[in-house]
């Protein structure tokens, strides 16, 4: 895990307007949240595992899932999660269990971030401070 330091820290934003504005640059919250925190995550790149930016937030001013939820910014970070290959050995095999569990754990879920995209993290975050800053 890679910190980037950003004028958004510790800034405050209504939760919808921030999907809105962040979604059309690539960004999603996908399954990483909760009631009271989450992530927009940036997907760098793919080939030997994935590459993220993510932007924690938490919650201010009501549940996440709540009508005008607001919500705070922490520090914008680099991760990487690399996955195995094959079988995971943790996997069960039941029809339900399988409809929900289809992906592999990860062989190391905070990886060493590969050093050409750490200017690209660097980058992005700049163009999320534009945008929200216009």
């Not at 992906?103 to 995209?117: L, T």
């Amino acid at each position: 895990m890679i910190e980037i330091s950003s004028s958004l820290e510790g800034k405050h934003y209504q939760l919808y307007k921030l999907e809105q504005e962040l979604k059309p640059l690539g960004y999603s919250i996908g399954g990483n949240w909760d009631y009271d925190h989450g992530y927009f995550d940036y997907k760098i790149d793919d080939e030997v595992g994935y590459q993220f930016l993510r932007l924690p937030f938490t919650s201010v001013d009501g549940q996440l899932d709540s009508r005008g939820a607001t919500v705070k910014f922490g520090k914008p970070f680099l991760l990487s999660h690399k996955y195995q290959i094959g079988l995971d050995d943790h996997a069960s095999t039941g029809n339900l269990s399988g409809s929900f569990n289809q992906f592999s754990e990860p062989q190391d879920s905070d990886a060493s971030f590969p050093e050409e995209y750490i200017e690209v993290g660097r980058e992005l975050v700049k163009e999320l401070e534009q945008t929200l800053f216009h």
